[in-house]
């Protein structure tokens, strides 16, 4: 299989592996540590050779320290007539992560103060944290809540948060080049699906299809918890990260909503061009954004010290959806027809990464002669042959060292397809050189 090329993709096999991975992650409860983590990792090793790395707990990781690490076995709370008023058997969204080992029994009043609802969606349970702060509580639906009667209150939580370490994953396929390609994702988050599983999913199935093919980067897939993996790997990394030509956040991407692309915080990355070229010819809607310093890891990437040319691909922003953060947040949640869309942009801006370089024209002084050499032709790959040999004018008059592929396929209104294949028509004969990648 080695050798295929990437956009040679099967749709029906890529919604069908990511669905299954989906599927079998959706119960595990994981958090920013913990056996839920390993587990996730495990589960995705059966499709790609993952290393995973353990970082000590309170290892120094710039202004931050790795966490102890929570493990969860049990929880329940039991009402005065007996009955389980939630149980985490039932969702592991239940328990607010990073809650501290709790048995004790309490009146109403006072159980309240460690209940988080959603008093706006009744029916939903949220997803709640405590990572830096000791506390426990619950989540459930408000509906509930307001069932319950008076009395005393039993409530049970078993779980650790002792020294351990911080678990992540990292896949890396060499290429041709050693400047690389970064994509990345979380991986902490419990029984939630957009968030979470549907970014996990597309970057475990492309890292499948870029193991098949010859490709000029070299790929970096980090699968790491939110914020202080970024930050974790990040701080072990940082001589490295030079290396990075272009990188993607890829998080919540099978909702039903449109593409959405937030921009490296330079604006005018290869990759954010890239990106606005795909969607820009999508014939779909689609929202371009601009760098915010908040979000999800690539708040870390375009940390000012970093800099990094990272952007993030999603459908509906974060937190702009009910179902955000909420049980509603489940596997029907995720439409196949938006994770593929989402895998197939992705892809084709891969696909113009690597196909992008700058070339010179050395036969700048008029056109040369095209007949001649039987490039006035079509070029095959469904391009009609005016737009080709379009392209192939639009090259030979934008080469000079300092236009990129992409610069011309924007400026002229062409698939970047279109030029590539001129481009490498007119190398064929002589009639340009591509230079060398500038660092
Ligand atoms: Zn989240």
Request: proline share 6%; hydrophobic share 35%; charged share 25%.
């Amino acid at each position: 299989m080695a050798g295929s090329r990437l956009r040679d993709i099967s749709l029906d096999d890529a919604r069908d592996r990511m669905r299954k991975v989906m599927a079998d992650l959706y119960p595990i409860c994981r958090s920013i540590t913990g056996e839920g983590v390993r587990r996730t990792l495990d589960r995705l090793q059966e499709d790609l050779p993952i290393a995973v790395h353990e970082i000590p707990s309170g290892t120094q990781v710039f202004d931050w320290t790795v966490p102890k690490e929570w493990n969860i076995r049990d929880a329940w709370i039991v009402g005065p007539s007996g009955e389980r008023v939630v149980d985490f058997a039932q969702s592991n969204l239940h328990v607010v992560s990073y809650s501290v080992p709790v048995h004790a029994t309490l009146p109403l009043a006072e159980l309240q103060r460690h209940l988080f609802t959603l008093p706006d969606r009744p029916q939903l349970v949220p997803y709640r944290t405590s990572y830096y702060v000791e506390a426990w509580g619950f989540c459930m639906a408000h509906a509930r809540l307001l069932s319950l009667e008076d009395g005393q209150y039993e409530v049970f939580i078993d779980s650790t948060l002792e020294n351990g370490s911080l678990t992540y994953g990292e896949c890396v396929i060499p290429g041709r080049e050693a400047g690389e390609v970064l994509l990345s994702c979380h991986i902490c988050h419990p029984s939630l699906c957009n968030d979470n599983l549907s970014g996990i999913a597309l970057v475990l199935y492309l890292g499948t299809l870029l193991r098949r093919c010859d490709m000029r980067y070299t790929y970096r897939l980090l699968f790491i918890p939110g914020t202080i993996g970024s930050i974790t790997w990040l701080a072990r990394n940082a001589q490295q990260v030079a290396r990075i030509r272009h990188g993607l956040v890829v998080s919540g991407v099978g909702d039903a909503g449109p593409v959405s692309y937030k921009r490296s915080r330079r604006g005018s990355a290869v990759i954010d061009h890239a990106m606005s070229h795909v969607l820009g010819r999508s014939g779909q809607p689609y929202t371009l954004l601009d760098f915010d310093p908040y979000g999800y890891d690539e708040r870390q990437f375009c940390s000012p010290g970093f800099n990094l040319p990272v952007g993030r691909i999603s459908r509906s922003v974060y937190g702009t959806y009910p179902e955000y953060h909420t049980s509603a947040d489940d596997l029907s949640f995720v439409r196949d027809e938006s994770l593929v869309d989402s895998l197939s942009v992705v892809v084709e801006v891969l696909d113009i990464l690597e196909h992008d370089r700058r070339y010179v024209n050395l036969n700048p002084r008029c056109e040369p002669q095209l007949g001649r050499r039987g490039l006035y032709r079509p070029l095959g790959g469904g391009i009609d042959s005016k737009s080709a040999e379009l392209a192939l004018l639009w090259v030979l008059n934008l080469s000079d060292g300092s236009a990129s592929l992409l610069d011309i396929a924007d400026r002229s209104g062409l698939p970047f397809a279109a030029i590539r294949d001129a481009a490498e028509a007119l190398e064929r004969h002589g009639l340009v050189r591509s230079q060398p990648e500038p660092n």
